[in-house]
């Protein structure tokens, strides 16, 4: 399970929030198959995500796993 946090410290926009999330969601989806099963995600959305496409998204988060 993951979950996906991105409070109003990031943007004070919800559609900016909420791309960070659709940014998050796509990239974790491509990098299921690293995670075990049976795991908690809590993944929390950063100001720096706003600017990123998808793929530098993707990068950033698989150098934390």
């Known amino acids: 399970?993951?979950?996906?946090?991105?409070?109003?410290?990031?943007?004070k926009h919800a559609v900016k929030r909420n791309r960070v999330k659709?940014?998050?969601?796509?990239?974790?989806?491509?990098l299921i198959p690293l995670f075990q099963s049976c795991q908690d995600v809590v993944v929390m959305g950063s100001r720096e995500l706003i600017e990123l496409?998808?793929?530098?998204?993707?990068?950033?988060?698989?150098?934390l796993i």
């Open 1 to 11: 399970r993951f979950a996906f946090i991105v409070g109003t410290s990031v943007h």
């Open 22 to 30: 659709r940014l998050l969601r796509e990239s974790i989806y491509h």
């Open 53 to 63: 496409t998808q793929v530098e998204v993707e990068k950033r988060l698989r150098s």
